[in-house]
């Protein structure tokens, strides 16, 4: 009740299971998490399926803290979505992954992408164009190596969207839709907007179990080639499976199959590698 505190909880009422107590701690820890630097950048290659080659990067966010260990993304970014926390989290994760692939280029690796993934809360914030304008110029990131992964969800409001996707646009920044086909866009809002990439979501990779094309993919596949964007395929696990993508027209691909996402330190390990295929 509200009598209990401030957040209406009391620790003697039954109801605070297990699960409520999890996420109040992860709310309550988060918070000091960028502060106490517990946060990281993890990256996974974007490959070319026809040769293995490297020819990008996804960055992922992972928290390591002293008591909970390290807590999955799935389980902070939603609580953190929830706070708004994920707007000063996401302004981190920005600035870290172009300031380490600045870094890199700068260390005379061949200059390659990070696609950075973006939550709606964050994308649709007054100030978001303005603080990804100020983080290129800060790390002195050039525009075309930086790519934002948003999802489907944007499209619930087509044409604010539209408006800052055409400013990040200006700025020469590539622009993915991440998960492709779990969400509820329809054709004629995707063609209304201003992006570059699809990446098929994982459960549609998972099911090529065979050496049979899932039609639905095929269909993904088709419709970005003939809107003449790029296809990313995320979750290659099998070598079957990136035999079927390449066979029916998509040329990139990240998973397993090549690597996980790795720490920094290892990621240079694997731009070093001339093929991603162990
Ligand atoms: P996502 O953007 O769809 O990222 C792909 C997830 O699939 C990552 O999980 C990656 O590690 C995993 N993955 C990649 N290849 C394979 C594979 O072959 N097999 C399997 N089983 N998994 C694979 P991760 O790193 O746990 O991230 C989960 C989700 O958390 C992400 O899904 C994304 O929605 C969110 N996330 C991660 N980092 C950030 C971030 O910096 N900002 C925001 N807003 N969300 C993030
Ligand atoms: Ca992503
Ligand atoms: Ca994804
Ligand atoms: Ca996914």
């Known amino acids: 009740s509200k009598e209990n505190g401030k957040n209406g909880y009391s620790f003697f009422n039954a109801d605070l299971s297990q699960e409520k107590v999890r996420k109040m701690t992860i709310e309550i820890e988060l918070k000091k998490a960028i502060q106490k630097n517990q946060l990281q950048l993890h990256y996974q290659p974007k490959v070319d399926l026809r040769d293995n080659t490297i020819i990008g990067m996804e960055a992922l966010l992972r928290w390591q803290h002293p008591e909970l260990g390290w807590v999955s993304p799935v389980e902070f970014i939603p609580v953190a979505e929830e706070t708004g926390q994920i707007v000063s989290i996401g302004e981190w994760v920005l600035r870290e992954a172009c300031r380490q692939n600045k870094q890199w280029q700068e260390k005379g690796y061949p200059p390659l992408t990070v696609s950075v993934n973006v ?49 990040l646009r200006e700025l020469g920044i590539k622009i993915s839709i991440d998960d492709f086909g779990t969400g509820y866009s329809s054709l004629h809002v995707l063609q209304q907007l201003p992006i570059d990439t699809l990446k098929i979501d994982k459960s549609f990779v998972d099911s090529l179990d065979s050496d049979t094309m899932n039609p639905m993919v095929k269909t993904i596949i088709d419709l970005g080639l003939n809107l003449n ?40 390990e694997l731009m070093n590698l001339t093929d991603m295929l162990p």
Do not use: W
């Open 229 to 268: 964007l790029t296809i990313v395929a995320e979750g290659i696990e099998y070598e079957n499976q990136l035999h079927l993508l390449l066979e029916h027209g998509c040329t990139i691909g990240q998973g397993y199959l090549f690597s996980k996402p790795v720490a920094p330190g290892d990621f240079e």
């Open 119 to 167: 939550s709606v809360l964050q994308f649709k914030h007054n100030k978001f164009v303005e603080s990804v304008q100020k983080i290129l110029a800060e790390t002195a990131l050039d525009t075309q190596y930086l790519e934002l992964e948003i999802t489907e969800s944007i499209m619930q409001n087509i044409k604010e969207s539209r408006k800052i996707l055409n400013s």
